[in-house]
């Protein structure tokens, strides 16, 4: 099932913030109360009540001129997400039949938060204080089943977010890869092999953020991945050990 993806183009993003503040408005979250802590970027990070957030990152570049990079970080919505691999109720976390939109139910709340915020590479969910509950961006799932565009897509005044269907997305990226690589040699692609979200950076990825690319594989945590992976089977295989012998005794 291919579904949807997005496609941002960092290049033209302006860090504006108008896809932040959308989301924001169509998920009805309160505001971050911001401080000032010597960057232009605000709030300072994901939270439970921000889903989507333009990092800024700066550099100087030649003739001792900044430059800025603007990375509007959100969840990649993963074809096979390492986050629900880490919970033990399969319906804790669902992925959307049309979509593919990776979703968190109310069901997270039983759940080890730590383990599933350990097992994004991305750095993405988000726990509520003192609830347990989680949250993320949601792909704006309730739009996109409406025929609309994902509240950070529509409002987006540069082009650099960008919606559809995952084929047609995947083909959009890859032609503006190739239009860009004679301004941007370093030009980089991400996504198009495992992810609903594909980013083209000018540069390096890690000079936008720490985890603007990175493996699928879970950071650091493979031997909690694999006893996982294996409880399950195992537990089938002591209860058809059970049947068998009841059978045969
Ligand atoms: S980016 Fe993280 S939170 Fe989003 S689907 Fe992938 S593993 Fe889950
Ligand atoms: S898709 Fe919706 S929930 Fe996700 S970042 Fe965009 S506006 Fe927010
Ligand atoms: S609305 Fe578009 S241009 Fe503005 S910060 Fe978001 S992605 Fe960048």
Not at 135 to 143: H, L, S
Request: proline share 6%.
């Amino acid at each position: 099932m291919k579904g949807k993806a997005f496609f941002i183009d960092t290049i033209v993003c302006t860090g504006c913030r108008g896809c932040q503040i959308a989301c924001k408005q169509w998920n009805q979250l309160p505001a971050t109360k911001t401080e000032n802590y010597g960057s232009f970027q605000n709030p300072k990070d994901l939270s439970f009540y921000t889903y989507k957030l333009v990092r800024f990152s700066e550099e100087i570049g030649d003739n001792n001129r900044p430059v800025w990079h603007f990375f509007p970080d959100q969840c990649r919505h993963c074809i096979e997400p390492p986050c629900k691999e880490a919970t033990e109720d399969p319906n804790a976390i669902i992925i959307d039949e049309l979509t593919g939109a990776v979703l968190y139910t109310e069901k997270l709340k039983k759940e080890n938060s730590q383990d599933i915020r350990e097992f994004c590479p991305y750095d993405i969910p988000r726990v509520q204080s003192g609830t347990g509950y989680m949250a993320k961006c949601t792909m704006c799932v309730e739009r996109v089943h409406n025929g609309l565009l994902p509240a950070c897509v529509k409002t987006c005044p540069t082009g650099a977010m960008n919606f559809g269907d995952w084929d047609s997305m995947a083909e959009m990226a890859k032609k503006r890869l190739s239009e860009v690589q004679s301004k941007f040699p370093n030009a980089v692609l991400t996504g198009l092999d495992d992810l609903r979200v594909f980013y083209l950076f000018a540069d390096e990825p890690s000079t936008y953020h720490k985890y603007a690319m990175s493996s699928i594989t879970p950071r650091g945590i493979d031997r909690k991945t694999a006893l996982k992976k294996i409880a399950n089977p195992l537990k089938e295989l002591a209860k058809e050990w059970q049947i068998l012998n009841k059978i045969a005794s």
